[in-house]
């Protein structure tokens, strides 16, 4: 069965510095999603893209986030200047269709853990 | 403010016995989502549940949906050790891909 595969699976870095989250997803989906569980805590939505740009993000992508689609395959997501409160699980996600069309699940990476320093 | 509550939160029970997981939501969405997540895993998309009444069944699960309620309930039967994971729901957030996870139901099923 198809997947959503990420890498790096731990990503260890020091505060202040820039990170980039590789996800690669289905290849026939066209929406694609980042949300991030911090430790024990519930997932929490980041950001959603499709054709090439933000459908929708959270107040937790801020500025210091950016989600790129390099080329036909790759879908990033970059810390530009970590905080120790970013240290989580990052999920990548795809789907079909859009939430809340059809029987359109996302389906999920199995994460990078970043841990800041 | 959307909320999604699930209980309980933790769940401690035998092989062979019944329990149901509750899962209320503040939203007007008529559709919920029941993930399950293995410790350091991914999410793994269980039921999509679309409309009012909706009642699926996979195996020892059962899920179903009360829109008017906004309530999810996910029932298992005759638990298994294999069952033992964390449990999430989730509604859709209005918008595009935004899902509002509840904080998840740690089950564990013992001998």
């Known amino acids: 069965e198809p997947e959503v595969t990420q890498t790096p699976s731990h990503q260890v870095t020091q505060m202040g510095q820039e990170v980039i989250l590789h996800c690669v997803p289905i290849s026939n989906h066209l929406y694609f999603y980042w949300y991030r569980q911090i430790l024990g805590q519930k997932v929490e939505f980041l950001v959603s893209?499709?054709?090439?740009?933000?459908?929708?993000k959270s107040e937790i992508f801020d500025d210091q986030f950016s989600v790129e689609r390099p080329d036909g395959s790759n879908f990033t997501l970059k810390i530009r200047s970590t905080k120790l409160e970013d240290s989580a699980m990052y999920f990548c996600?795809?789907?079909?269709?859009?939430?809340?069309?059809?029987?359109?699940?996302?389906?999920f990476g199995n994460g990078t853990r970043l841990t800041v320093t | 403010e959307l909320k999604v509550e699930q209980n309980p939160l933790f769940l401690s029970m035998q092989e062979g016995k019944n329990y149901t997981i509750y899962c209320n939501y503040s939203?007007?969405?008529?559709?919920l989502y029941w993930y399950r997540q293995d410790p350091g895993k991914s999410l793994e998309s269980l039921f999509v549940l679309l409309s009012n009444g909706a009642v699926k069944q996979e195996g020892r699960l059962m899920a179903s949906l009360d829109t008017k309620a906004r309530l999810s309930t996910l029932h298992i039967t005759a638990a298994v050790h294999d069952l033992s994971a964390t449990y999430f729901c989730?509604?859709?957030?209005?918008?595009?891909?935004?899902?509002?996870f509840g904080k998840g139901t740690k089950l564990s099923v013992k001998p």
């Open positions: 996600a795809s789907s079909y269709n859009p939430t809340g069309v059809y029987n359109s699940p996302l389906h």
């Open positions: 939203t007007t969405s008529d559709r």
């Open positions: 989730a509604v859709d957030g209005g918008s595009q891909g935004n899902l509002i």
């Open positions: 893209f499709y054709n090439n740009e933000i459908s929708e």
